[in-house]
């Protein structure tokens, strides 16, 4: 399993690189639509891996980070590991990803962003005259990028060779346990929910709320410490409740206090089942919630706020299944990550729920807001959607993105067969696709190592 298997490895996030002399340690980037590069100087002992998002700014909402794409990202990378001893004439590449991931849409083919960002990778290493060693890019699955900085070699390890093939005898649980299993769920707490509903409404009185975060100490000390993670990246130190709400204001510090309360919930129910790495699946769910914001914002179809916490609470019907995917990991693994099957589909045919399904009820026992609710159960297909259909629509478009721009937090496998009439609901075109790509949070770990041990 996973958790004997890459103890001590360090990962490289989408848009950012890594670079380290010889030591006892395994970089590795978890490669989807984005491309990952290995350069190395044996005899320096200097090497280091570059993972990219898109192959070039796209005429953008906001100016990000030059890491992020082939075109400045690469150049930067190769400057520094020659700033670290590294020498050009000495260095090898290795380059991977660029995967048409999961199922194909025509929207995948026409755009062909991994394939376009490789194409710009190879370039550039022609041009600064670094050989390609080995190179496997394309396909349409996941891989992972190694780099063994003992020995200075790399390793690019397809999905299938990750997880051995395991019989497993899983017994589906009756509607009974199904029920039962669901009704255990401890609820997030009722001052979250309630912040959930206050956030939405304009004229609700945020200061009281603020007052319970600070006398509540967990939560408090929690906040503090999500404050001063790269997930808000202020670049200084918060030390009270007191003044994270001057620097960030009522409603973001609230949005934090939220993302605390379900940090816990998580971490509360957490079989490691669904995720690929240590909180895998908060990771995922505060990536989501950065990802709708930034979109809502940009497109103004739904309010920011909102869509933030429907991110953060999409799903919450993993924490009810946890347990039984943990029982039967490698196979769910192999047949979401290897085959072609979408996670909903694996957890009807083994557990006999989804977890979509599964949220819907949780959603509904805690008398969710309906628009929240729409984007809980309907995020794989938001056409199912009564009420809050923009929101699903949203979410939904999110999902995709994340599961081809910032993979291997979590077991999943997003169908993109709503992806052009989700877009129409939000007024987007096709064209528009490597502008949201642009939004994926490039980093998303909320304190010092959180995404540095794997399972």
Known sequence: MMKQMFLGTEYVDSGCYAISGRRKAVLQAVLGTCVGVVIRDREAGIGGICHLLLPEPAGTYEAWPKERYATTGLPLFIADLEAHGASKKRMEAFV??????????????????????????????????????????????????????????????????????????????????????????????????????????????????AQEIRQDQVIAAKV???????????????????????????KTLLQIAVSAYVEIFYSSHNHDGYSLCKGGLFHHAVGMARLCERLARKLKVVPPEVAYTAGLLHDIGRAALDQYVCKAFPLFYRRTQVGEESLTEAEQDLIGISHTEAGR?????????????????????????????????????????????????????????????????????????PKMAELVPAYISLGPGALMTDR
């Open 96 to 209: 991977a990803g660029g995967a048409l991931v999961g199922p194909i849409s025509n929207l995948d083919l026409e755009l062909d962003v991994g394939g376009r960002t490789a194409e710009k990778v190879f370039e550039i290493l022609a041009k600064e005259g670094i050989p390609v060693v080995r190179s496997e890019t394309g396909g349409y699955f996941t891989c992972n990028l190694r780099l063994d900085l003992s020995a200075m070699e790399p390793e690019i390890i397809p999905p299938e060779d990750l997880i051995p093939a395991t019989e497993i005898d899983l017994k589906k649980p009756t509607e009974e346990e199904l029920n039962s299993l669901i009704s255990r769920v401890r609820p997030i707490p009722q001052i979250a929910l309630k912040i959930t509903r206050m956030i939405q409404d304009e004229q609700s009185d945020l200061k009281d709320l």
């Open 224 to 250: 503090l410490n999500l404050c001063n993670s790269a997930f808000i990246g202020l670049g200084r130190k918060v030390r009270s409740i007191d003044e994270a709400i001057l620097v960030l204001g009522d």
């Open 361 to 433: 009820r949780l959603a509904e026992a805690w008398e969710l807001p309906n628009i929240l609710q729409a984007a809980i159960c309907c995020h794989h297909n938001p056409s199912q959607a009564k009420k809050g259909k923009t929101m699903a629509c949203l979410v939904y478009v999110c999902e995709v993105l994340m599961s081809r721009f910032n993979t291997g937090l979590e077991l999943e496998n997003m169908s993109p067969a709503h992806m052009e009439s989700s877009m129409k609901t939000l007024g987007l075109g096709p064209h528009m696709l």
